[in-house]
């Protein structure tokens, strides 16, 4: 079993910056990808970032140049920076996993609010 543990959420101002992690953790042999996903009240989830295990990164185009995602392998972390916030960025953000245990599948983390006031 693999458990998400997502931290870093909160109310800012517009403009302001936030920092999401995820850690993850249990019988974990290799971590494939890793991306961020949001969920704004009364619309679909969407993909916000993804990184790939060799660090290639791909981003929404309403983030792109604000947000950037990393990891720490070393600590099956996975981060979004997120910079110059706007109140549309307002939504519940989930971290979402591919791991091989040794077989694979997907996890998601709970959700972590970001509140952005105009």
């Known amino acids: 079993q693999v458990q998400l543990v997502e931290s870093g959420g909160g109310l800012v101002q517009a403009g302001g910056s936030l920092r999401l992690s995820c850690a993850a953790s249990?019988?974990?042999?290799?971590?494939?990808?890793m991306a961020w996903y949001r969920q704004a009240p009364g619309k679909q989830r969407e993909l916000v970032a993804l990184i790939t295990s060799g660090g290639s990164t791909n981003y929404a185009d309403s983030v792109k140049g604000r947000f950037t995602i990393s990891r720490d392998n070393a600590k099956n972390t996975v981060y979004l920076q997120m910079n110059s916030l706007k109140p549309e960025d307002t939504a519940v953000y989930y971290c979402?996993?591919?791991?091989?245990?040794?077989?694979?599948?997907?996890?998601w983390g709970q959700g972590t609010r970001v509140t952005v006031s105009s």
């Open positions: 249990g019988s974990i042999f290799s971590i494939n990808s």
């Open positions: 979402h996993v591919w791991v091989v245990t040794p077989t694979l599948r997907d996890y």
